[in-house]
């Protein structure tokens, strides 16, 4: 006998909780911080000589059915997550640093020493004597732009982090 009561009043507080589950599941304050809703219904009862039946229904969550692994309180209840409170934001202030960045080094004409060219010689005697072939003078080259890595000073702006 003490059973079937058991039995029916677990069936009411069940009922209670799916009526008042949809009402619960509307949580602004949770959603506002970014946080999942977590809403839990559950409703218990002592069944014979003392073990527990709980029903408890997490909204955004799975439903778990058992004794005291579920929720343990008895009749119906309805429990809210803690409210997050986000960290205060800090100020980063802007600060020079200095970074490797590509740079384009554009083409440029260059003025090279071209070195005299000798040759030695042998006279009819057998002496060695050095004869200029040409003589030493400066050419235009033209080096190509390419790209190199410099050292560059730039200015990071600050940020709230």
Known sequence: MK?????????????????????ASAQPAAA????KPQVTVGIGAHIGG????????????????????GVSNHGP??????????????WIPGCWV????????PAKTVQVWIDPVYATKCDYFGHSYQVLVTPGHFETVCEPG??????????KAGHWA
Not at 77 to 90: D, F, L, N, R, S
């Open 146 to 155: 390419h790209w190199s890595s410099q050292r560059v000073r730039v200015w």
């Open 50 to 69: 003392g073990s527990h039946g709980t029903i408890a229904v997490n909204i955004g969550n799975k439903a778990k059915l058992g004794g005291h692994g």
């Open 3 to 23: 059973n079937l009561q058991a039995l029916r009043i677990l069936a009411i507080s069940a009922l209670a909780a799916a009526l008042v589950a949809p009402a």
């Open 32 to 35: 506002a911080y970014g946080q």
């Open 77 to 90: 209840h309805i429990g809210y997550p803690k409210p997050y409170c986000a960290p205060k934001p800090t």
């Open 98 to 105: 200095i970074e490797a960045q590509p740079v384009w080094i």
